[in-house]
């Protein structure tokens, strides 16, 4: 999970601490990210 946070945080959708727990800002930052890139929600 924390991999994912890192990533997610490089291409700048999230801007928490890099704890590796799916929390609410994991969660909304995995769905801005689908959202931007046409996935299905």
Do not use: F, K, N, W
Not at 14 to 34: C, F, K, N, W
């Amino acid at each position: 999970m924390a991999e994912l946070q890192r990533r997610l945080a490089r291409a700048g959708y999230y801007h928490g601490s890099i704890d590796g727990v799916l929390g609410p800002q994991t969660r909304r930052a995995i769905r801005a990210y689908e959202r931007d890139r046409g996935y299905a929600s």
